[in-house]
């Protein structure tokens, strides 16, 4: 059975650093999503990585795959406030269902 | 074209009602899912459909939980007898069966059920 496991669970994190946050799955996988999900809205996709060695990023945020290891990682560059929100990663086939991690909650302070 | 609809927003209803959720899809997205996700996790598989065809269902739903694509479009998804258990954000998403190879699903808003 697919299990995704992400850390920490949750981050506080200061404006202004840097922080990565990761992603573990337990079985080979076609690609890897990354989602953001503010609180009590849906998801919205933020990254889709295919093949090992993928690297894509948008604004302050980074993600990489690595698939001999069955890791992600989400790296986020100079925090802002923003950036406050739970972030998962799935795993799953071109279309078919996702099996997703437990979320990591993201709190930016001052 | 809008993305996912899902309705309604929100739903209380009284233990051992009977309720229906509906989902229209992105009109040219073939697959359709539903996803349940309670409090503090990660959004759960129920149920996919390609066109009208159910794929495949979850061990999770128990068999007070039924889901239709009648024309291979919208979608309802339908809990009989609710318990509090079953409390929980009911989400949607479509995707196209042959998309690029970049893949990816569009999720709706979401149906917050809640059970008293």
């Known amino acids: 059975e697919l299990k995704v496991e992400q850390n920490p669970l949750f981050l506080s994190m200061q404006e202004e650093k840097n922080y990565t946050i990761y992603c573990n799955y337990s079985?080979?996988?076609?690609?890897l999503y990354w989602y953001r999900q503010d609180p009590g809205k849906s998801l919205e996709s933020l990254f889709v990585l295919l093949s090992n060695g993928a690297v894509k990023q948008e604004g302050r945020l980074m993600a990489s795959l690595d698939t001999k290891a069955r890791l992600s990682t989400l790296h986020i560059t100079a925090a802002v406030h923003d950036l406050s929100a739970t972030y998962f990663c799935?795993?799953?086939?071109?279309?078919?269902?996702?099996?997703f991690g437990k979320g990591i909650t993201l709190s930016v302070r001052p | 074209d809008t993305g996912v609809s899902q309705n309604p927003r929100h739903k209380i209803t009284k233990r051992g009602q009977n309720v229906t959720f509906r989902c229209d899809p992105i009109s040219e997205h073939n697959r359709l899912y539903w996803y349940r996700q309670t409090l503090g996790q990660g959004p759960e598989f129920l149920t996919y459909f390609q066109n009208e065809a159910q794929l495949e269902k979850s061990r999770l739903l128990s068999d007070r939980f039924s889901a239709e694509r009648p024309k291979g479009s919208f979608s309802t998804l339908e809990i009989q007898r609710t318990e509090q258990g079953d409390s929980a954000m009911y989400l949607c998403a479509s995707s196209l069966a042959l998309m690029s190879r970049v893949g990816g699903y569009t999720f709706g808003s979401g149906t917050r059920l809640t059970v008293v």
């Open positions: 079985t080979t996988s076609d690609r």
């Open positions: 799935a795993v799953g086939g071109a279309n078919s269902k996702l099996t």
